[in-house]
């Protein structure tokens, strides 16, 4: 999918013990991304923000865990950033994957984990080697 648009999904974390479905907001455009979580108190869910590379947390209210992801889906780190954060850029990275702390570990969301990203009607797959 070359396009994205901001707007509801699913994400699909497969880990040993099974299938994790966690729904998503998906945060494509300039205003969404910029926005992210700020002004929030937590989120159900995750927040998909693409294209993106790093994060900060500056103005948050609550600590997330942060998830960078390269063309494939695949996971490449997680970590746990506190308000008033910056984040350093991930060269790879093309997306980013925001959940309240402690979220990601209880999906089983970790660096080498490859997720699938469900947007309202369609799915979107890894671009063809």
């Given at each position: ?107 089983g969301l970790r660096p080498g984990t490859r997720v699938r990203v469900c947007a309202a009607a369609t799915e979107v797959s890894p671009p063809a080697p």
């Amino acid at each position: 999918m070359g396009t994205w648009r901001d707007g509801g999904g699913t994400l699909t974390v497969g880990t040993d013990t099974g299938v994790r479905e966690v729904p998503l907001r998906i945060a494509a455009s300039y205003r969404a991304r910029a926005r992210g979580l700020l002004g929030v108190d937590g989120i159900d869910g995750a927040l998909l923000i693409t294209p993106c590379g790093s994060v900060h947390t500056f103005r948050m209210r609550f600590t997330i865990d942060v998830a960078y992801l390269d063309r494939e889906f695949n996971v490449l780190a997680v970590r746990t950033m506190r308000p008033g954060r910056l984040g350093l850029p991930r060269l790879r990275a093309r997306h980013v994957v925001e959940s309240e702390a402690g979220a990601m570990d209880a999906w089983g969301l970790r660096p080498g984990t490859r997720v699938r990203v469900c947007a309202a009607a369609t799915e979107v797959s890894p671009p063809a080697p």
